[in-house]
Nanobody
Framework: QVQLVESGGELVQAGGSLRVSCVAS????????MAWYRQAPGKQREFVAS???????DYAESVKGRFTISSDNAKSTMYLLMNRLNPEDTGVYYC??????????WGQGTQVTVSS
């Protein structure tokens, strides 16, 4: 079973940048579409961005133009670079399989807090 470990979240000021990482216990990024999700307090988990095994990316409208998803297959790692952060980006960020694929067990996520 694949294990996912997210890291890199922290407290940042509005307008700042942050990169979060997701390490998988085996290289799934060259096999299936992987994605970032986030969950704000009191809200459901939502899609943020995805990347196919061929490198095609997709983004939620709310982050398009500000966030960039990428992966390094050699390191079994996926990244999410977040620019121009705003308080609405606050939440726990998770990585997992993309739409249409069976989810792996969810990791603990990484907390991103954007102060105004």
């Amino acid at each position: 079973q694949v294990q996912l470990v997210e890291s890199g979240g922290e407290l940042v000021q509005a307008g700042g940048s942050l990169r979060v990482s997701c390490v998988a216990s085996r290289n799934v990024f060259s096999a299936i579409t992987m994605a970032w999700y986030r969950q704000a307090p009191g809200k459901q988990r939502e899609f943020v961005a995805s990347i196919t095994r061929g490198g095609t990316t997709d983004y939620a409208e709310s982050v398009k133009g500000r966030f960039t998803i990428s992966s390094d297959n050699a390191k079994s790692t996926m990244y999410l670079l977040m620019n121009r952060l705003n308080p609405e980006d606050t939440g726990v960020y998770y990585c997992n399989a993309g739409f249409g694929y069976t989810y792996f067990p969810w990791g603990q996520g990484t907390q991103v807090t954007v102060s105004s």
